[in-house]
């Protein structure tokens, strides 16, 4: 409770002094809006409607772009960790695209998909995909051997063995490799909807986007904060009961790993 | 106990559990082969408890790794119960040295673990089972403590509750003892003999502790390295439960220790 209150105390304090700055009349403000003009955006757009249908579009496109990524890059990590054609073809396809800004897809999503819900997805899942398989492949090899050898004297093998002992004792990097994928796939989806407008929806991109376009700053910081916040409450909604289990489990203290 | 089938109706000598014939095994890499383990032959009964004792290198660990199907030997064969070993399973159980045990599963998750992979139980039966085992440990209390919650003995007891659970036929443990402090290895030693005394299970134990292997053992084997042999058998005479620190046990200690030197090679230069 100490805790919290501290914290409030702290962004109290952080909007209080943009407040201060704003009264010293040295910047204009269509460059620097007050916290109550930002407040205020944010309280018509939750009024009218717009905010939370944009904060709807971006997190299902998030959400079924982070999904299929998933789908796609566990299995192909497991696969390159413990087979040498996939690590050696597919694995270092991954290495490098690893490292290709998820931006970088945009030109080419738009080319091959057009101004499309596909466009969206397809960059999500580009950013997703990679993360994912190096994280799940690196824990997968990083198991200490000794728990497969004791699976199969136990009698544990084929798909019991990788369901039951691989897939668990390679958990703390998995999730490592989920945040990460999910950090990537937030990060290539709000550049793709800043760059594209899809006629299908109208995602928080958008709406930073022509924040942009009208002059309006406290549109583009509303929208900002509204991001900001997101991002927070995923990683607690989203890994928050896996990074708890990891800690009683394990005695890991995943925040620190 | 005359059960017999004998073509003659004389009682017949009961079969060994175990029978290791001939086993040879190389490592090979591409720059050198290194010859692990030489023409090692060996039986060991029902309920018997033998020990395999050597230095580091005479390939004691790989031996256990053959019988337990981990490995392939590259000449001989291995059969249990009359059967021949291809790989691993679940009548021959092996009890590692440290942290085997499945950290993201309790102690009574990891018991359960080996008995789920024994057909015909129900849920019931495994369950009882697994407190079962955890009681005759000792652990009872701590069945739903995580892993990373007990202390090095404690693990090593919930190990051997593992490995005991699903019944395995033979049971070998690879140092299960070596990393743990001194007091809490000769209570093992004391729980794992009373639990030998009323299980009678046929176990294959490695170290390289020749006190641990005459306190526990009913019959001590002696290897060497390079290559791998067996040197010697000692039986061990003496009444269980016995002390490590009695003095008719330092006497086989002193015995096998000072033949396990006359094995070890100086090395040359």
């Given at each position: 409770m100490?805790?919290f209150?501290?914290?409030?105390?702290?962004?109290?304090?952080l909007a209080?002094?943009?407040?201060?700055?704003?009264?010293?009349g040295?910047?204009?403000?269509?460059?620097?809006?007050?916290?109550t003009?930002v407040?205020?955006?944010?309280?018509?757009?939750?009024?009218?409607?717009?905010?939370?249908?944009?904060?709807?579009?971006?997190?299902r496109?998030?959400?079924?772009?982070?999904?299929?990524?998933?789908?796609?890059?566990?299995?192909?990590?497991l696969?390159?960790?413990?087979?040498?054609?996939?690590?050696?073809t597919?694995?270092?396809?991954?290495?490098?695209?690893?490292?290709?800004?998820?931006?970088?897809?945009?030109?080419?999503?738009?080319?091959?998909?057009?101004?499309?819900?596909?466009?969206?997805?397809?960059?999500?899942?580009?950013g997703?995909?990679?993360?994912v398989?190096i994280?799940?492949?690196?824990?997968?090899?990083?198991?200490?051997?000794?728990?497969a050898?004791?699976?199969?004297?136990?009698g544990?093998?084929?798909?019991?063995?990788?369901?039951?002992v691989?897939?668990?004792?390679?958990?703390?990097?998995?999730?490592?490799?989920?945040?990460?994928?999910w950090?990537f796939?937030?990060?290539?989806?709000?550049a793709a909807e800043?760059?594209?407008?899809v006629?299908?929806g109208?995602?928080?991109?958008?709406?930073?986007?022509?924040?942009?376009?009208?002059?309006?700053?406290?549109?583009?910081?509303?929208?900002?904060?509204?991001?900001?916040a997101i991002?927070?409450?995923?990683d607690?909604a989203?890994?928050?009961?896996?990074?708890?289990?990891?800690?009683?489990?394990?005695g890991?203290?995943?925040?620190?790993? | 106990?005359?059960d017999?089938?004998?073509?003659?109706?004389?009682p017949q000598?009961?079969?060994p559990?175990?029978?290791?014939?001939g086993?040879?095994?190389?490592?090979r890499t591409?720059r050198a082969s290194?010859?692990?383990?030489d023409d090692?032959?060996?039986?060991?009964?029902?309920?018997e408890?033998i020990?395999?004792?050597?230095?580091?290198g005479?390939g004691?660990s790989?031996?256990?790794?053959?019988?337990a199907?981990?490995?392939?030997?590259d000449?001989g064969?291995?059969?249990?119960?009359?059967?021949?070993?291809?790989?691993?399973?679940r009548?021959?159980?092996?009890?590692?040295?440290?942290?085997?045990l499945?950290p993201?599963?309790?102690a009574?998750?990891?018991?359960?673990f080996g008995?789920?992979?024994?057909?015909?139980?129900?849920?019931?039966e495994?369950?009882?089972?697994?407190?079962?085992y955890?009681?005759?440990?000792?652990?009872?209390r701590?069945?739903?403590?995580?892993?990373?919650?007990l202390?090095?003995?404690?693990r090593?007891r919930?190990?051997?509750a593992?490995?005991?659970?699903?019944?395995?036929h033979?049971?070998?443990?690879?140092?299960?003892?070596?990393?743990?402090?001194?007091?809490t290895r000769?209570?093992?030693?004391?729980?794992?003999?009373?639990?030998?005394?009323?299980?009678?299970?046929?176990?294959?134990l490695v170290?390289?502790?020749?006190r641990e292997?005459?306190?526990?053992?009913?019959r001590?084997?002696?290897?060497?390295?390079?290559?791998?042999?067996?040197?010697?058998?000692?039986?061990i005479?003496l009444?269980?439960?016995?002390d490590?620190n009695?003095?008719q046990?330092?006497?086989?200690?002193?015995?096998i220790?000072s033949a396990l030197?006359?094995?070890?090679?100086?090395?040359?230069?």
């Amino acid at each position: 409770m100490k805790r919290f209150a501290l914290a409030f105390l702290f962004f109290l304090a952080l909007a209080g002094a943009w407040q201060l700055m704003v009264q010293t009349g040295r910047w204009s403000p269509v460059l620097l809006p007050s916290p109550t003009d930002v407040a205020a955006y944010l309280w018509s757009a939750a009024q009218d409607g717009t905010l939370f249908a944009a904060i709807g579009v971006t997190l299902r496109r998030l959400l079924v772009g982070y999904a299929i990524g998933l789908a796609i890059g566990l299995p192909l990590g497991l696969l390159s960790s413990s087979v040498r054609f996939v690590e050696d073809t597919v694995g270092v396809l991954a290495l490098g695209l690893q490292t290709l800004p998820s931006v970088c897809w945009v030109p080419l999503a738009l080319i091959w998909f057009g101004q499309t819900e596909g466009a969206m997805l397809f960059v999500v899942i580009m950013g997703t995909v990679w993360s994912v398989m190096i994280a799940t492949d690196t824990g997968a090899r990083t198991i200490p051997r000794v728990y497969a050898r004791a699976a199969r004297t136990m009698g544990s093998e084929g798909f019991h063995k990788w369901t039951r002992v691989i897939l668990p004792a390679a958990l703390p990097h998995l999730i490592t490799g989920m945040k990460q994928g999910w950090a990537f796939a937030w990060r290539s989806l709000m550049a793709a909807e800043i760059y594209v407008t899809v006629l299908s929806g109208f995602g928080l991109g958008h709406l930073l986007h022509y924040g942009r376009e009208l002059n309006a700053m406290d549109q583009v910081i509303a929208v900002m904060l509204v991001i900001v916040a997101i991002g927070l409450l995923a990683d607690k909604a989203l890994f928050g009961p896996w990074e708890h289990f990891l800690h009683r489990r394990w005695g890991i203290n995943a925040r620190e790993a | 106990m005359l059960d017999s089938i004998g073509s003659q109706g004389l009682p017949q000598p009961r079969p060994p559990k175990l029978i290791v014939d001939g086993v040879s095994k190389w490592f090979r890499t591409p720059r050198a082969s290194v010859h692990a383990l030489d023409d090692i032959n060996l039986a060991v009964g029902d309920g018997e408890f033998i020990c395999l004792v050597g230095p580091s290198g005479c390939g004691k660990s790989t031996l256990l790794d053959i019988i337990a199907g981990l490995t392939r030997a590259d000449a001989g064969r291995v059969t249990a119960d009359g059967q021949l070993v291809e790989g691993p399973g679940r009548h021959r159980l092996v009890m590692f040295q440290e942290s085997a045990l499945f950290p993201w599963l309790t102690a009574f998750g990891n018991v359960m673990f080996g008995l789920k992979l024994v057909p015909g139980l129900s849920r019931a039966e495994r369950q009882a089972t697994a407190l079962r085992y955890l009681r005759m440990v000792g652990l009872e209390r701590f069945a739903h403590a995580n892993i990373h919650e007990l202390s090095g003995g404690m693990r090593q007891r919930v190990a051997f509750a593992r490995s005991l659970a699903p019944d395995p036929h033979v049971l070998l443990m690879d140092e299960p003892l070596s990393a743990l402090d001194a007091l809490t290895r000769e209570q093992l030693y004391a729980d794992i003999q009373r639990i030998q005394q009323d299980r009678r299970k046929t176990i294959v134990l490695v170290t390289h502790n020749v006190r641990e292997a005459v306190c526990l053992g009913d019959r001590v084997i002696l290897l060497s390295p390079g290559p791998g042999r067996i040197r010697e058998s000692f039986p061990i005479h003496l009444p269980r439960p016995r002390d490590v620190n009695s003095i008719q046990l330092a006497e086989y200690t002193e015995r096998i220790t000072s033949a396990l030197k006359g094995y070890i090679v100086p090395e040359t230069v």
